[in-house]
């Protein structure tokens, strides 16, 4: 799907893949890549898996808050998202799955549920891995 209007361009170089090192054009992030020891690497560095469990959840979190607000209804601060990527084989080669666990302190499940299913018709995120990846959201 086209977007409409680009509102925000991240700008990243990469050298090395796996093994290498990414940064930012702005220089507000820089990270030496290594593969995790259970794939053979060192895991003396972030790899892909980790920061699309970061980037995924930060920018559900930003959709909980968007749909809230259209509800005039604030997530608390200590609100959290914990995010599992894992990374496995598949007949074309390598997959990922996403497994995140929601909790909003001061809500209760069915509530925070509402949320949940409304943030992730809206979330970017959500919305390239839709129908591509699993992805399970469970309200705790």
Known sequence: ???EKVLYTAHATTTGGREGSSQTDDGKLSVTLAPPAELGGNGKGTNPEQLFAVGYSACFMGAMKFVAGQQKKTVPAD????ADVGIGPIPTGFGIQVAMRIKVPGWDKAETQKIVDAAHIVCPYSNATRGNIDV???VV
């Open 1 to 3: 799907m086209a977007l």
């Open 79 to 82: 609100a959290t998202i914990e």
């Open 136 to 138: 399970t959201l469970t």
